[in-house]
Nanobody, 117 residues
C-alpha cells in the first residue's frame, strides 16, 4: 500500500524556520518525482517545489532562496527546509509522489504550517 506521511508543521513566528518531512512507503522512491504543494484557506492548492529523479530542483518564485527541497533515498523521505517564513506561507503543506514508470501520483494527508506573531 502506497503511503505518504508528512510531519513537521507547526506555529512559527515570521522570520523563523521549519523543516517538513514526507516519509514514503510502498513506492519505488528513486523512480518518483517528488513535490511539495500548499493550500491556504480559500485558495487553490499551489505548487511549491519539485525534485526530479535526477535530483534537479525547481521552485515557485515566491519561495526561491528561502525554501530547499531535498530527498534521502535510503530513507524514502523528502524534505522541505523553509527559512525566513512569512505570514503568507501559512497553509497546509502536502507532498506528492509521481511514479515516472506508471504515471500514477499519490498525495499525503498534509501538515499545517502557521506563520504568525
Amino acid at each position: 500500500q502506497v503511503q505518504l506521511v508528512e510531519s513537521g508543521g507547526d506555529l512559527v513566528q515570521p522570520g523563523g524556520s521549519l523543516r517538513l518531512s514526507c516519509a514514503a512507503s510502498g513506492i519505488i522512491f528513486s523512480r518518483n518525482v517528488l513535490g511539495w504543494y500548499r493550500q491556504a484557506p480559500g485558495n487553490q492548492r499551489e505548487w511549491v517545489a519539485t525534485i526530479n529523479v535526477g535530483g534537479i530542483t525547481t521552485y515557485t518564485d515566491s519561495v526561491k532562496d528561502r525554501f530547499i527541497i531535498s530527498r534521502e533515498i535510503a530513507e524514502s523521505t523528502v524534505y522541505l527546509q523553509m527559512y525566513s517564513l512569512k505570514p503568507e506561507d501559512t497553509a497546509v503543506y502536502y507532498c506528492k509522489a509521481r511514479d515516472t514508470g506508471t504515471g500514477l501520483a499519490k498525495w499525503g494527508q498534509g501538515t499545517q504550517v502557521t506563520v504568525s506573531s
